[in-house]
């Protein structure tokens, strides 16, 4: 049985300045920008307002966020027995 095709999630953290504090998080996502969305929907679910108000927040337009990989997995291309 082969892996090829099979995708994996890596371990991503994002440091947001939301509202002149450091906020640092982390989850597991397929992309950047999926790790993105979980990111605001989490600063959005601390803050009690709506995930799109974040998302206007950190759209790109300001040096505001940085997301990176924290942990990178590679499936091995190679079969065990």
């Given at each position: 049985?082969?892996?090829?095709?099979?995708?994996?999630?890596?371990?991503?953290?994002?440091?947001?300045?939301?509202?002149?504090?450091?906020?640092?998080?982390?989850?597991?996502?397929?992309?950047?920008?999926?790790?993105?969305?979980?990111f605001c929907?989490?600063?959005?679910?601390?803050?009690?307002?709506?995930?799109?108000?974040?998302?206007?927040?950190?759209?790109?337009?300001?040096?505001?966020?940085?997301?990176?990989?924290?942990?990178?997995?590679?499936?091995?291309?190679?079969?065990?027995?």
């Amino acid at each position: 049985m082969s892996n090829q095709g099979v995708k994996v999630k890596q371990l991503w953290k994002g440091m947001f300045n939301y509202n002149r504090e450091l906020y640092i998080l982390y989850c597991n996502a397929y992309t950047a920008r999926q790790a993105w969305v979980c990111f605001c929907h989490r600063l959005a679910d601390k803050h009690g307002v709506r995930p799109q108000m974040v998302m206007n927040y950190f759209n790109g337009q300001r040096d505001n966020y940085e997301i990176s990989i924290e942990l990178e997995v590679k499936e091995d291309d190679e079969e065990t027995n």
